[in-house]
């Protein structure tokens, strides 16, 4: 069989919503035709044909015993599909914004996203980010090419817990002037004092690719920058371990090819 036409077998069968829904269930753990008809809503009839279809095609066998499982073949095709139903699921965020400064592994990675939630509302997403601060433990990540002002005076509580702190900025970001203004006296010293015990650091890279706020336990707001290659800071809010490796993951990637910050204009001098 040649290879196209291969491959628009396989998309045929897949894109039929029972056969992805059987696949997607036998992934957890075999079952018979009966069982398959009984969790899906299925006539006997209408699961055995569709069964029958997937092996066809390499993405389930049966055993001697009467029951279905997915082949290793079949695993790989739904790691596969996953991006693709990520994607899917969101065409109209993915319609507007851009995934063109991602690294390529990491957009094959897309279907690790699959266990994030879509934040569409401003406050909702700011509010994501303050909980960052509020519930880290052990580190806070972000990248931004803006903060918060609600954020600032968190740096204190964060900081006296012990959290270590990472900021990758734009290599000529500068906060608006009212915030070096109004940042109290309490708050400018927690930050630099972290600063000289190493507990936060920050790099600067030309162009931002993402604005991701996250601690070990949680992606706070993952977004990217819209087709006009500006942030409107909507995006992804997630607590599951796939996007959290994911996010962790980029984030080093940024990280190790940033380059150390040498100028501090968010707080007042010492």
């Known amino acids: 069989m040649p290879k196209v036409e291969r491959l628009t077998d396989l998309m045929f069968e897949v894109s039929n919503e029972d056969r992805l829904r059987i696949l997607l269930r036998l992934e957890e753990g075999g079952m018979s035709v009966t069982g398959v008809s009984r969790d899906l809503g299925l006539t006997t009839q209408e699961a055995s044909r569709h069964l029958s279809r997937l092996n066809d095609v390499g993405l389930t066998r049966k055993d001697a015993d009467g029951s279905h499982h997915v082949t290793p073949y079949g695993r790989l095709i739904i790691k596969q599909i996953q991006g693709v139903r990520f994607a899917s699921e969101h065409v109209g965020y993915f319609s507007s914004h851009a995934l063109e400064g991602l690294p390529l592994e990491f957009v094959y990675r897309?279907?690790?996203?699959?266990?994030?939630?879509?934040?569409?509302?401003?406050?909702?997403?700011?509010?994501?980010?303050?909980?960052?601060?509020?519930?880290?433990?052990?580190?806070?990540?972000?990248?931004?090419?803006?903060?918060?002002?609600?954020?600032?005076?968190?740096?204190?509580?964060?900081?006296?817990?012990?959290?270590?702190?990472?900021?990758?900025?734009?290599?000529?970001?500068?906060?608006?002037?009212?915030?070096?203004?109004?940042?109290?006296e309490e708050d400018s010293e927690a930050i630099n004092r972290a600063r000289r015990k190493g507990q936060l650091e920050e790099r600067v890279l030309e162009r931002l690719q993402v604005y991701l706020w996250m601690n070990e336990k949680s992606v706070g707001m993952l977004a990217f920058p819209t087709t006009r290659g500006r942030f409107d800071y909507l995006g992804f809010h997630s607590t599951d371990e796939e996007p959290l490796k994911w996010c962790r993951d980029l984030y080093t990637h940024f990280w190790e090819r940033a380059k150390p910050k040498t100028e501090y204009v968010l707080v007042k001098d010492e």
């Open 110 to 184: 897309m279907g690790e996203l699959t266990g994030s939630t879509y934040v569409d509302d401003l406050m909702f997403s700011i509010h994501c980010t303050e909980k960052v601060f509020r519930e880290a433990e052990e580190f806070v990540w972000a990248t931004s090419d803006q903060y918060p002002m609600s954020v600032i005076p968190l740096h204190r509580e964060t900081f006296a817990r012990g959290v270590k702190v990472r900021y990758i900025d734009a290599v000529d970001w500068r906060p608006p002037h009212h915030w070096v203004e109004e940042i109290t």
